[in-house]
């Protein structure tokens, strides 16, 4: 099993510019989630999804956009890209959908938008 | 929403002392508090959990316990070893609460020779 996985590992982006950062996992979890990880603020839940099809908001939402079209796949699309979205960001998947429950995380895909 | 608290943001310890982390959360419905490890450049791993009906869990040189009347929970790591420098992260969340997991800000242990 690969658990979880993320694509890119680094980016760097203009102001302005979209991007998708691909999450996927292969341990039939129904939850899965973003968060993002800055400096001295812990991890931020930016949206999750309790399985396919549903989706729902997090801390920080704002200019973030996901769909869960299959149990596998939970991409996150950054619309329009701003230096304050520069930030390291996780992906991470859980057996239960009930709770957030021993998360499992991706390698993390390090986002810097000039 | 849930808020939680973490302290201290930096502990330095000597090799072979005890380590304790300190988190306060907001919520009186949270019921699931797991403690995350994140070594430089990793990905944050579970190292231990814990649920409202327990007060008390250990595995091996960690534990974590559970003051649910004064709404905060600790790390306890003993016997310190270089292997244990890392950044900790508490976390909390409840049954029911929309699956969402807060993290405290986190600590930097640094365990020194």
């Known amino acids: 099993n690969a658990g979880v996985t993320q694509t890119p590992k680094f980016q760097v982006l203009k102001t302005g510019q979209s991007m998708t950062l691909q999450c996927a996992q292969d341990?039939?979890?129904?939850?899965m989630s973003w968060y993002r990880q800055d400096p001295g603020m812990g991890l931020r839940l930016i949206h999750y999804?309790?399985?396919?099809?549903?989706?729902d908001q997090g801390e920080v939402p704002n200019g973030y956009n996901v769909s869960r079209s299959t149990t596998e796949d939970f991409p996150l699309r950054l619309l329009s890209a701003a230096p304050s979205q520069t930030s390291v960001y996780f992906c991470?998947?859980?057996?239960?959908?009930?709770?957030?429950?021993?998360?499992?995380f991706g390698s993390g895909t390090q986002l810097s938008v000039l | 929403g849930e808020n939680v608290e973490q302290h201290p943001s930096t502990l330095s310890v000597q090799e072979g002392d005890s380590a304790v982390i300190k988190c306060t959360y907001s919520?009186?419905?949270?019921?699931?508090f797991p403690w995350y490890k994140q070594e430089l450049g990793k990905r944050p791993q579970l190292i231990i959990d814990?649920?409202?009906?327990?007060g008390e869990k250990k595995d091996q040189r960690i534990a974590v316990t559970l003051n649910k009347t004064a709404k905060h929970f600790s790390l306890h790591i003993t016997e310190t070893q270089p292997e244990d420098s890392a950044v900790y992260f508490c976390?909390?969340?409840?049954?029911?609460?929309?699956?969402?997991?807060?993290f405290g800000t986190g600590t930097q242990l640094k365990v020194e020779l």
């Open positions: 341990m039939n979890h129904e939850y």
């Open positions: 919520d009186s419905a949270s019921n699931y």
């Open positions: 814990i649920r409202s009906n327990v």
């Open positions: 976390a909390a969340s409840f049954t029911g609460g929309g699956n969402k997991l807060t």
């Open positions: 991470a998947s859980s057996y239960s959908s009930r709770l957030a429950e021993k998360l499992f």
């Open positions: 999804s309790v399985g396919a099809g549903i989706t």
